[in-house]
């Protein structure tokens, strides 16, 4: 906030624009960058569920179902390709996404995902579910695990 990035990705502070430009290019709005955003939010996403599954004994194999939260549809494929390059493969077959149909709602996209596979007929007692929610302002995740009872 306060500032803007030229074309080689210096930043560039409020006080060298006019004050007439303070608004028009919204120099005090909170911005993400969104090349860093793809650069670096599904790598460390996947980094960090590896270590997950070191510490909580998990694999693919136990993974029956996978709800991955994504702001676009952009991001699949890196997740997808992501995981199988790390050793972590989970097949398409066992994600539920919602989003070409929901669009992005945020963070109530876990919710509507849960609620909406748990009303699809297709859960069996016993089955585990995923739940990836990344937070993209700080490259940050969280992931659940959930059983079908």
Known sequence: AGAEKDEDGKLLGWA??????????????????????????????????????????????DIDWFLPHMSSMFFEDMILNSLEEAGFPIPKEKWFVNLP???????????A????LMHSGQLKKGQKILVMIPESARFSYSYCMLTVC
């Not at 669009?103 to 919710?111: D, L, P």
């Open 113 to 116: 995902m849960i609620e909406e």
């Open 101 to 111: 149909y929901i669009g992005n709602i945020g963070s109530a996209s876990a919710f």
């Open 16 to 61: 060298m624009f006019p004050e007439s430009e303070w608004l028009t290019k919204s120099l005090f709005a909170l911005k993400q960058d969104t090349r860093m955003l793809s650069e670096n939010i599904v790598k460390l996403g996947v980094e960090y569920l590896l270590q997950l599954s070191k510490k909580h004994q998990f694999s693919p194999d």
